[in-house]
């Protein structure tokens, strides 16, 4: 199987999806868009990735490369591919397929809990995640649940975790993905929206005692990517 990652900043690269990959004996080719790269044709990949950003889905002005993007993925999506989009990526998703995306009513950001909706759980590549389960969290705003999409999961402090669309097309607005070295790369590069920590908010040290947890994560991330392989082209 052929994987592509968008990827919007230096420092939130594929995670765990890369180790993935290599163990699957799949390849993984990634476009830099920060750096002026541009999304392949989708006749190159089998799995599109839309990995997460500080930046927002409607910031075209200061992105300009955004709306490519969003082109790109529409081209995966009409043209069957499977799509995975994590966080910005799954806002991204959200809104090609018609969904909206505003700010959240509060900053989550840390481990947290994830419950799925039924609908959710009853979808066969959702099937690997429990009913509920904690994962990692950094975002700021949150996408509707686009039409015709099943809404898959939600959080305390966010309703909108998770959707799918047409089977395959997948939007999760916390990370599976993410490793120690992950984490800690969005602690330094994103410092300032740890600056006061709260009941949504972690602090730094909190994340660091959540660590046994990437475990888990782990094994949720090659359940869902081994259903998308199944159910890919």
């Known amino acids: 199987m052929r994987l592509h ?19 699957r004996g799949h390849t993984l080719a990634t476009t830099h868009l920060y750096a002026g790269e541009t999304p392949p044709p989708v006749g190159e990949y089998d799995l599109l990735v839309v990995m997460g950003g500080p930046m927002g ?31 910005l990526g799954a806002q991204l998703v959200a809104v090609v ?39 990692f969290h950094w975002h700021g705003d949150t996408f509707a649940i686009p039409p015709g999409a099943v809404h ?15 089977g395959k097309v997948i939007g999760l607005q916390f990370h599976l993905e ?15 929206d740890v600056a006061l920590p709260g009941p949504t908010v972690h602090h730094p040290k909190q994340m660091h005692a959540g660590r046994e947890a990437f475990k888990d994560i782990k094994a949720y991330l090659f359940g869902l990517l081994d259903a998308l392989a199944a159910h890919g082209n």
């Not at 910031?59 to 529409?74: F, R, V």
Request: hydrophobic fraction near 50%; proline fraction near 7%.
């Open 57 to 87: 889905v409607y910031d075209e002005q200061n992105y300009p490369w955004l709306a490519g993007e969003k082109k790109a993925i529409a081209a995966a999506v009409a043209g069957n591919k499977a799509v995975l989009g994590i966080c």
């Open 97 to 135: 397929l018609g969904g909206a995306v505003t700010r959240n009513p509060v900053p989550e950001i840390g481990w947290f809990k994830v419950t799925m909706t039924p609908e959710g759980q009853a979808e066969p590549v959702l099937a690997g995640l429990p009913e509920s389960f904690y994962a």
């Open 5 to 23: 990652a968008l990827q919007h900043v230096p420092f939130e690269g594929v995670g765990a999806i890369a180790a993935w990959a290599a163990d």
């Open 178 to 192: 993410s490793t120690p070295a992950t984490m800690q790369n969005l602690i330094k590069h994103c410092a300032a």
């Open 152 to 166: 898959a999961a939600s959080s305390a402090a966010c309703a909108n975790q998770a959707f799918v669309s047409k």
